[in-house]
């Protein structure tokens, strides 16, 4: 039998179209993948050089893990083949240099995780290129800078998809035209720029940029673009993202764009809203475990007539709703300098157009001057393992939801009762009480006629079942 080392020969197997390797951990790949066009299916693990490799033309996407003395995806990769790829991950991989991405003309999304830096810029000289990639995710690329990443994006004009999960990202600048920054030298942006945490955001993803995901970046700050760079269009910082419709921040610090969907996660020390009461576009707010210090403060503005806030989840931030004052005054200041007051419009009914609620704090909530809330149609409330039951002026206020359809109650641990007068809310057509064990029955006074539904299935209570 030939060597393959030094006797292969790319007409072997031409017909080739499933390939599968496992647990050779001294074979060479010889033939890069893929070496016919006939092959559809590959699936590899445990070979000299890779710890999986799948490829399938079909569904046009390949996903490499790399083993340590992997120098470089030539080793095992036709590039030249690979004109129809659209999805390609790479995990603990050498970089992809740019000379292969190139020829990876219908790539629509690369996942890089664990590379040491994404893609190696290096060779291309002043050739100005650019990709169709849309969606990018960089993860856990310790040795990826900013200033490597800063580079990459200047050559995505398509991007409409970004996350970037545990890197070492600390300053991220937004809307920057990079042709001016490299042109000002003494700028405080060219200085930063050598500090490989900083990530500049080029100018044209404010137009591109659909979603932005940032995850466990501890250090990261948002930084304003200084005037002598000649900023984005309509200004720095997120805001400049004018496309964007959905941020994920998550156990990273916050930041404040205007979107239509926010969702911020493990975010403690906010406080308050209050950085967020000028996003008058949002539709979907979602604050999760931001800590017990979080208050309601400045979620006036997002439920006033300007407002849009259509659904807002509130979980551990057990006392959110405490203090909530439903007519706030936001103090501004004329041209002359001297203070006006603004009237928010919370306390008319019809100015919210709030309709789904998700929070863990019900007792907050139900003390609240609830008319604010008059158009919910959706309800969950979840609760805690010291509540018994409500009390009278709690499950008035309940009884004010006259709108509602759908009312939850989750994880009461001690709550012997559902509220009395449940029988008020005459538009009520499904009810649904979860891991709620000490639950004897439903209230005294019966359910609403109205009600289509009973969902006792996990409420942890087989009495409450039958």
């Given amino acids: 039998m030939p060597k393959l080392d030094e006797d292969w020969n790319i007409d072997w197997f031409p017909k080739l179209q499933d390939l599968k390797i496992q647990n050779c951990p001294e074979l ?3 033939a890069h993948i893929p070496w016919t066009e006939t092959l559809c299916r590959v699936n590899i693990n445990d070979v000299k050089l890779l710890v999986m490799l799948g490829y ?4 046009s996407y390949l996903s490499i893990t790399g083993k340590d003395d992997l120098q470089s995806l030539d080793q095992v990769i036709s590039f030249s083949k690979l004109t129809g790829l659209e999805e390609l991950t790479l995990k603990k991989c050498p970089p992809l240099e740019s000379k292969h991405l190139l020829m990876l003309t219908s790539l629509k999304t690369l996942v890089a995780e664990g590379l040491n830096g ?3 810029l290096g060779g291309e000289g002043d050739v100005e290129w650019q990709h169709p990639v849309e969606h990018l995710v960089v993860q856990e690329s310790r040795s990826a800078s900013g200033k490597d990443l800063t580079e990459l994006l200047s050559h995505l004009p398509r991007l409409s998809q970004l996350r970037i999960i545990k890197c070492e990202i600390t300053q991220l600048a937004v809307g920057v035209d990079l042709q001016h920054t490299t042109s000002v030298t003494t700028s405080e942006v060219e200085q930063e720029k050598e ?10 993803l404010s137009d591109s940029l659909r979603q932005l995901v940032i995850e466990e970046c501890p250090e990261l700050v948002l930084v304003d673009t200084p005037s002598t760079s000649v900023p984005a269009r309509g200004g720095g910082g997120l805001q400049a993202l004018r496309s964007l419709q959905r941020l994920q921040i998550r156990f990273s610090p916050k930041s404040s764009p205007s979107l239509q969907v926010l969702e911020i996660s493990g975010a403690e020390g906010m406080e308050t809203l209050e950085q967020l009461s000028n996003l008058t576009s949002l539709i979907q707010l979602e604050l999760w475990y931001c800590g017990e210090d979080l208050r309601c403060k400045g979620l006036g503005p997002l439920l006033t ?4 806030l259509r659904e807002l989840t509130v979980l551990g931030s057990a006392r959110f709703f405490a203090g909530w004052d439903h007519n706030p005054r936001r103090v501004l200041q004329d041209e002359g300098g001297e203070e006006q007051e603004l009237q928010q419009l ?3 009914p019809s100015s919210s157009k709030l309709h789904k609620l ?12 609830i008319h604010s809330f008059l158009s919910l149609t959706h309800m969950c409330l979840r609760g805690d393992e010291k509540t018994e039951r409500f009390t009278k002026g709690q499950e008035d206020t309940l009884h004010l939801l006259a709108s509602l359809q759908q009312l939850m109650f989750d994880a009461f641990g001690k709550l012997q009762q559902l509220p009395e007068g449940l029988h008020k809310l005459t538009n009520l057509n499904k009810l649904v009480v979860w891991s709620c064990p000490v639950v004897r ?7 609403p006629k109205s009600l289509q539904e009973l969902d006792v299935s996990y409420c942890g209570n087989e009495e409450l079942k039958q």
């Fill in 28 to 30: 060479m790949l010889v």
């Fill in 56 to 59: 399938n033309s079909e569904s």
């Fill in 118 to 120: 994404v893609v190696g």
């Fill in 195 to 204: 500090d490989d945490g900083l990530l500049l955001f080029p100018a044209h």
């Fill in 305 to 308: 007539a300007g407002g849009q």
């Fill in 346 to 348: 919370v306390s008319t």
């Fill in 358 to 369: 998700w929070t863990d704090d019900p007792v907050g909530l139900l003390a609240a001057p």
């Fill in 441 to 447: 029955s439903l209230p005294k006074d019966g359910l």
